[in-house]
């Protein structure tokens, strides 16, 4: 089943189709929309992305005649494999400049580089 989200804000700009959204229903407790992370569930995934119109379409298998898709809040997570953060190729460069009058240390420079082809 296909549900479409309507947003009065902008779309954060790296949800990307495939991404899975999920949701919580929300209570007002003193002014304040609140809800507990545990109690989060899937919706679906982003089949398609509209951001002139703010929409997202998203492919779920819910089937709950009480969801209120205005009462609820709505965030994304991102497939772990698809989407690595590390650098991808064969060197990095990097610069560091100090221009504090005052003596310093630089105790560590990390890094996690993955090569991209062989």
């Known amino acids: 089943m296909e549900i479409t989200l309507t947003f009065n804000e902008q779309l954060n700009i790296s949800l990307q189709k495939g991404d899975t959204i999920w949701y919580l229903k929300t209570n007002t407790v003193g002014g304040y929309d609140v809800a507990k992370s545990s109690f989060a569930k899937k919706l679906g995934i982003v089949k398609e992305i509209n951001n002139q119109n703010n929409e997202i379409v998203v492919d779920s298998d819910i089937n709950d005649p009480t969801l209120n898709l205005q009462d609820i809040f709505v965030m994304f997570s991102k497939d772990s494999i698809a989407n690595k953060s590390s650098l991808i190729g064969y060197y990095a460069e990097v ?24």
């Not at 610069?95 to 062989?118: M, P, T």
């Open 95 to 118: 610069f560091l400049e100090n221009d504090s009058k005052e003596k310093i240390e630089l105790f560590a420079v990390n890094s996690e580089v993955a090569q991209s082809s062989k």
